[in-house]
Nanobody, 112 residues
Framework: QVQLVESGGGLVQAGGSLRLSCAASGSIFSLRAMGWYRQAPGTQRELVAEITSGGGTTYAGSVKGRFIISRDNSKNTVYLQMNSLKPEDTAVYYC??????WGQGTQVTVSS
């Protein structure tokens, strides 16, 4: 069984930055693709960014150029650097190994 724990969320002004972290345990982290997802109230959860075991990345069009996903396999941790934040980025952010397991989520609130 895999455990995922997100951290780093908070309240930030529009234009600011945050870095989210997701610590994983219970699996061979280096061999798994990992993704960041977000969900705002009344909306479906959506994929924000994904990184493969080899380091390849994919981004949603709404965050491309602003967010950067990375991973440190030695620490079993995946990161999401969020820059130029907008109010529409406000959501609970989750990490997941392509939907099999989910973390508890971390709240990101961007004020205008």
């Amino acid at each position: 069984q895999v455990q995922l724990v997100e951290s780093g969320g908070g309240l930030v002004q529009a234009g600011g930055s945050l870095r989210l972290s997701c610590a994983a345990s219970g699996s061979i982290f280096s061999l798994r693709a990992m993704g960041w997802y977000r969900q705002a109230p009344g909306t479906q959860r959506e994929l924000v960014a994904e990184i493969t075991s080899g380091g390849g990345t994919t981004y949603a069009g709404s965050v491309k150029g602003r967010f950067i996903i990375s991973r440190d396999n030695s620490k079993n941790t995946v990161y999401l650097q969020m820059n130029s934040l907008k109010p529409e980025d406000t959501a609970v952010y989750y990490c997941s190994n392509r939907g099999t397991y989910w973390g508890q989520g971390t709240q990101v609130t961007v004020s205008s």
